[in-house]
């Protein structure tokens, strides 16, 4: 998925090669601690086995490849409501 956003502007899937762009924003925003790049992979993978549940999308600008922005999805089973889904 690309969702272009203007003319500098994407909105992406987050890749596993964003891992330090990624970081780095996430620690604008709170403590995230020491992240080694094998964790991060480790995490990310294990989010990846886990079909229609994460979906973490960035944006990032064309011109500077600089991650400018950051959402997730978590989309969450329930017994209630018939079995639903909540996100």
């Known amino acids: 998925m690309v969702t272009v956003c203007g003319p500098d ?8 090669m ?12 709170t403590d995230v601690g020491d992240i080694s790049s094998r964790d991060f992979n480790a ?15 960035v944006v990032e600008d064309s011109v500077s490849a ?6 997730t999805l978590f989309v969450e089973l329930k017994f ?3 079995c639903t889904k909540v996100g």
Not at 9 to 16: D, G, H, M, Q
Not at 43 to 57: K, S
Not at 66 to 71: C, K, Q, S, V
């Open 18 to 29: 964003h891992s330090e762009l990624y970081v780095n924003l996430l620690r604008g925003l």
């Open 43 to 57: 995490n990310f993978n294990r989010m990846c086995v886990c079909p229609d549940t994460y979906f973490i999308v």
């Open 9 to 16: 502007f994407s909105v992406i899937w987050l890749k596993i």
């Open 66 to 71: 600089e991650l400018m922005a950051a959402a």
């Open 80 to 82: 209630i409501h018939s």
